[in-house]
């Protein structure tokens, strides 16, 4: 029997509508859905392909919120586990997960390790979620030759990220985004930075003015900073 394929599937970062022509197609295609589900029970990126979904199989893979490497690993190599016993049985798999697959995705790290047994896979980008903060707020992110920094919030080296030229993303900004504030305030920076939370998805935030923050913001935030130009 010929094994079946996994694919990785970018569903983007909230709004059904900006999910991509190639990830509905395989969406639709394969016999059997993956889908990420954190330790509250919550499955966005399921909830944001469901139209495309219909009643194939769903295989719920537990990703939970977490820095233990330990345990995010038994969870990985879990997932791989259920998806390598459906391509056994010929049928294609899709691994959803929110934004873009080669971006600070779980799916990354499961699909390696289906790679690493001899599978067939493939990576189907989608549209990251700090591009469409970006479009929210109407604003580029990067000109001219401006770098452009992708931050993970959550794992230090904030105030150093902080000092680089050109723009920044910080991702998942939510439980430090006080931290970020006062960092930026301290630079005379915060007039150049804004906070997008739920983007694209039901209870949309925007801030534009981080001194009033006055609380961490949710896990689904990220915080743009724009290099000021003349």
Same mark, same amino acid.
């Given at each position: 029997?010929?094994?079946?394929?996994?694919?990785?599937?970018?569903?983007?970062? @909230?709004?059904?509508?900006?999910?991509?022509?190639?990830?509905? /197609?395989?969406?639709?295609?394969?016999?059997?859905?993956?889908?990420?589900?954190?330790?509250?029970?919550?499955?966005?990126?399921?909830?944001?392909?469901?139209?495309? %979904?219909?009643?194939?199989?769903?295989?719920?893979?537990?990703?939970?919120?977490?820095?233990?490497? &330990?345990?995010?690993?038994?969870?990985?190599?879990?997932?791989?586990?259920?998806?390598?016993?459906?391509?056994?049985?010929?049928?294609?798999?899709?691994?959803?997960?929110?934004?873009?697959?080669?971006?600070?995705?779980?799916?990354?790290?499961?699909? /390696?390790?289906?790679?690493? /047994?001899?599978?067939?896979?493939?990576?189907?980008? @989608?549209?990251?979620?700090?591009?469409?903060?970006?479009?929210?707020?109407?604003?580029?992110?990067?000109?001219?030759?401006?770098?452009?920094?992708?931050?993970?919030?959550?794992? @230090?080296?904030?105030?150093?990220?902080?000092?680089?030229?050109?723009?920044?993303?910080?991702?998942?900004?939510?439980?430090?985004?006080?931290?970020?504030?006062?960092?930026? &305030?301290?630079?005379? &920076?915060?007039?150049?930075?804004?906070? %997008?939370?739920?983007?694209?998805?039901? @209870?949309?935030?925007?801030?534009?003015?981080?001194?009033?923050?006055?609380?961490?913001?949710?896990?689904?935030?990220?915080?743009?900073?724009?290099?000021? /130009?003349?």
């Amino acid at each position: 029997m010929k094994q079946g394929k996994l694919y990785g599937v970018g569903v983007g970062p @909230g709004d059904p509508e900006l999910m991509t022509a190639k990830a509905i /197609r395989v969406i639709r295609e394969s016999a059997v859905i993956a889908a990420p589900q954190a330790d509250t029970g919550g499955q966005t990126a399921l909830a944001i392909a469901a139209a495309y %979904i219909g009643g194939k199989p769903v295989l719920h893979c537990e990703m939970p919120m977490t820095r233990d490497r &330990a345990v995010r690993d038994a969870c990985h190599l879990q997932a791989a586990d259920a998806i390598c016993a459906q391509l056994d049985a010929g049928r294609d798999v899709a691994l959803l997960t929110l934004g873009d697959p080669t971006v600070y995705s779980s799916c990354w790290y499961v699909l /390696r390790r289906v790679a690493a /047994r001899g599978y067939a896979t493939e990576l189907v980008p @989608g549209v990251p979620s700090f591009c469409a903060a970006a479009a929210a707020l109407g604003r580029a992110l990067c000109e001219d030759g401006e770098m452009l920094h992708i931050i993970p919030a959550t794992h @230090g080296a904030v105030e150093e990220a902080l000092d680089l030229p050109g723009s920044k993303v910080l991702m998942k900004a939510g439980r430090s985004v006080l931290a970020v504030r006062d960092a930026l &305030a301290a630079r005379g &920076a915060l007039e150049q930075a804004a906070l %997008i939370e739920r983007c694209g998805m039901d @209870g949309e935030r925007i801030v534009t003015d981080l001194s009033a923050l006055d609380r961490p913001a949710g896990y689904f935030s990220l915080i743009l900073v724009k290099e000021e /130009r003349e």
